[in-house]
């Protein structure tokens, strides 16, 4: 069975930094690309950030200069580096992935850039 664990969400002022994590276990090896999604309030859900097997990356505009992706293949965990950060970055935030025909999604984790 496979898991997805997320963690890292929290409450930060303007301008302030998180770093979300998200590991996957299970019987899974060789996770093509790994995704960052957000949903706010209201809102439909949105990719912020994925980055392949290999490394290569693409963020949302409204993100990019101030979200980093990053993956440790062997430990199946992909990171999203978030500085910078604005109120409008406020949302729950799911890792995600495809794997065999199946669509995995973390359980989610908070995000609150409030002063």
């Known amino acids: 069975q496979v898991q997805l664990v997320e963690s890292g969400g929290g409450l930060v002022q303007p301008g302030g930094s998180l770093r979300l994590s998200c590991a996957a276990s299970?019987?899974?090896?060789?996770?093509?690309?790994m995704n960052w999604y957000r949903q706010a309030p209201g809102k439909q859900r949105e990719l912020v950030a994925f980055?392949?097997?290999?490394?290569?990356?693409n963020l949302a505009g409204s993100v990019k200069g101030r979200f980093t992706i990053s993956r440790d293949n062997a430990a199946n965990t992909v990171y999203l580096q978030m500085n910078s950060l604005k109120p409008e970055d406020t949302a729950v935030y799911y890792c995600?992935?495809?794997?065999?025909?199946?669509?995995?999604w973390g359980q989610g984790t908070q995000v609150t850039v409030s002063s």
């Open positions: 995600n992935f495809y794997f065999r025909g199946v669509d995995y």
């Open positions: 299970g019987s899974i090896f060789s996770i093509n690309t």
């Open positions: 980055i392949t097997r290999y490394g290569g990356t």
